[in-house]
């Protein structure tokens, strides 16, 4: 069974640091896109980043030059390091992967239970 599993969340004062993880075990037989994606209070989920097989990214426009997005394809493994942290920052981010498990068809998308990142001003 695969699983997506985040760490590395937590509070911290603004204009700090946090790099989260995410990593992916289980049969897998190949990892196409992987992304970070958060939800706020009260707010619906929405992308942050995303990174393909060949490393190219892509980043919503809040945080762009704060937070950067990379990958260790031999660990399975997505990383997400976020700098100058703003209070609106605040969510619970997830994890999500394109991911093709071994027996099936094709890739499916994968999703964490989420890891939650709190600002303080």
């Known amino acids: 069974q695969v699983q997506l599993v985040e760490s590395g969340g937590g509070l911290v004062q603004a204009g700090g640091s946090l790099r989260l993880s995410c990593a992916a075990s289980?049969?897998?037989?190949?990892?196409?896109?992987m992304g970070w994606y958060r939800q706020a209070p009260g707010k619906q989920r929405e992308l942050v980043a995303t990174i393909t097989s060949g490393s190219s990214t892509n980043y919503t426009d809040s945080v762009k030059g704060r937070f950067t997005i990379s990958r260790d394809n031999a660990k399975n493994t997505v990383y997400l390091q976020m700098s100058s942290l703003k209070p609106e920052d605040t969510a619970v981010y997830y994890c999500n992967a394109a991911l093709w498990a071994v027996g099936y068809r094709g890739p499916m998308s994968y999703w964490g239970k989420g890891t939650l990142v709190t600002v303080s001003s």
């Open positions: 289980g049969s897998i037989f190949n990892i196409n896109d």
